[in-house]
């Protein structure tokens, strides 16, 4: 490489954790890489345009962006127990959404994906308006009375009470009582385009990074608290707990089948456009 990398990716603590090493320049061998932090909806946007080299997205977008972006089998969020939520502030029953004004994050992140697959059966009246805010907004939002309900991802999992709302129903929950795999969230993906070489460096690299985050803990903490939005420690340790797992090591077979079984289910519902046969033939082999 005769330039830096780009990256980008959020800086939520499962993020900041994973790439530190390699973003700080930790990594001797590692590809040289500039980094751009962004929440997820506008890093699906990014990976829509083409704009940077490797990024952090969501499931949901990936198979706009699969024609310019291969999935890498690293980095991303995928697990059990880790879906997001639905929260009132009145009556915690999925009967009780039926026009209800609800606000998500983003309408192209998976969270949103799995709503939808969700209320198609467990709201069949059908919901109301969708507002889209910033994650971190949402909680406050339900309290205050601007919208009926919200779907809310990452640390809101561990601080909803502490707005006085109710559980409608757990996403992640939900989805694995139907389907028995993991819930796919986050993906890391690098532009097609590189040699096959290259993407199997990158994906070291993301690997490499992980397991010197895990050797030394301490190494990324103020990095990760400075990019935390202000989340408490105990509650920061909590997030990368549930996000960091055996799948951000490696997807492996069941975490593509996962990722298979979300994308075929929303294509035949006609919520995503089909996977392209053959689409993550290289992440099998990185």
């Not at 830096?4 to 900041?16: G, I, R």
């Not at 039926?98 to 209320?119: E, H, N, Q």
């Amino acid at each position: 490489m005769t330039s830096p990398l780009t990256l980008a990716h959020s800086p939520c603590p499962n993020d900041t954790f994973v790439f530190h090493a390699w973003t700080e320049g930790l990594l001797p061998d590692a590809p040289e890489v500039r980094l751009t932090f962004a929440d997820i909806d506008v890093t699906n946007g990014m990976a829509a345009r083409g704009e940077l080299d490797v990024l952090k997205i969501s499931y949901a977008a990936l198979p706009h962006v699969l024609e310019d972006y291969a999935l890498l089998p690293c980095g991303g969020a995928l697990g059990h127990g880790c879906g997001p939520l639905v929260l009132s502030a009145g009556p915690a029953v999925p009967a009780a959404l039926t026009g209800a004004r609800i606000a998500v994050p983003s309408i192209s992140s998976t969270a949103y994906l799995l709503f939808r697959l969700w209320a198609a059966e467990a709201v069949p009246g059908g919901v109301g308006d969708i507002t889209v805010l910033p994650f971190h907004e949402i909680m406050p939002a339900v309290r205050d009375g601007r919208v009926d309900a919200g779907l809310v991802i990452h640390e809101a999992r561990f601080t909803y009470d502490r707005y006085g709302l109710h559980r409608v129903a757990d996403m992640g929950e939900e989805w694995e009582k139907r389907t028995g795999v993991p819930i796919p969230l986050g993906a890391i993906v690098a532009r097609r385009s590189f040699e096959e070489p290259l993407l199997h460096r990158i994906a070291e690299t993301v690997r490499a990074s992980l397991r010197a985050a895990r050797h030394d803990p301490t190494a990324s903490r103020g990095h990760i608290l400075e990019h935390a939005q202000e989340m408490e420690p105990d509650v920061v340790d909590q997030h990368i707990d549930l996000y960091v797992n055996e799948f951000t090591v490696d997807l492996g077979h069941d975490g593509l089948h996962a990722v298979r079984t979300l994308l075929d289910r929303s294509a035949e519902l006609g919520l995503l456009p089909p996977l392209p046969a053959g689409a993550l033939e290289v992440t099998s082999r990185l």
